[in-house]
């Protein structure tokens, strides 16, 4: 008996991670269709899809040739797009990438985060999209991410935009392990000096 019960367990897991997979497969084509004259005719399945039951993490969803790899594309363009940024909300919503799984995501989010530096609106999506990220992964993560901010206040001679956004990855970085992820007074002071050292370093 038990080991029936065993077996059925299995066999149920087997089909909930295959019925994820297909979910994020089906997901993934209908957005390598964006920019296409198809684009308008699937937006509407494609939203309808992304804020179902999230789908989480699966295998061939991160890595060489996985899904996100495949719809990078489609996202960028739909972040600095003025009607289709929320694709990119919902779909940080319906798929997370688990610490260890990060790194093209990670590394795609710092080069958009870089590239709306002189666009305060689609800076504030990107962020959005950041929170969601780390929430997902893990300190290392949020620190990489966060270091990256700083060597854009460095790069951008301590802009307003770079500051900002390094103040807001600063306070996510900082507080990542202490209770509530609340910054206390230390963080903030040595957030600030984070910025005040990467505005003046050449």
């Not at 149920?12 to 920019?35: M, V």
Request: net charge positive; charged share 20%.
């Amino acid at each position: 008996m038990f080991v029936l019960m065993i077996s059925a367990l299995r066999g149920r897991d087997a089909r909930a991670a295959r019925s994820k997979q297909e979910r994020g497969e089906n997901i993934t084509a209908l957005f390598e269709q964006y920019g296409t004259k198809a684009w308008p005719a699937v937006a509407e399945k494609v939203a309808s899809l992304l804020k179902m039951e999230p789908v989480g993490y699966f295998a061939g969803l991160a890595g060489p040739g996985g899904c996100f790899r495949r719809a990078e594309s489609a996202l960028t363009n739909c972040l600095q797009s003025p009607t289709d940024f929320t694709f990119v909300e919902w779909y940080f919503h319906c798929f997370s990438f688990p610490a260890g799984t990060q790194g093209d995501v990670l590394q795609w989010c710092a080069r958009m985060l870089e590239s709306s530096l002189d666009d305060p609106s689609r800076l504030q999506h990107c962020l959005r999209v950041a929170n969601l990220i780390i929430a997902a992964g893990g300190s290392a993560e949020v620190q990489w991410l966060y270091h990256e901010a700083l060597e854009h206040v460095r790069r951008t001679n301590g802009s307003p935009a770079a500051k900002s956004a390094a103040l807001h990855l600063g306070r996510r970085s900082y507080s990542f392990l202490r209770p509530g992820r609340v910054p206390t007074v230390y963080d903030e002071q040595a957030i600030a000096n984070d910025i005040a050292s990467s505005a003046t370093s050449k």
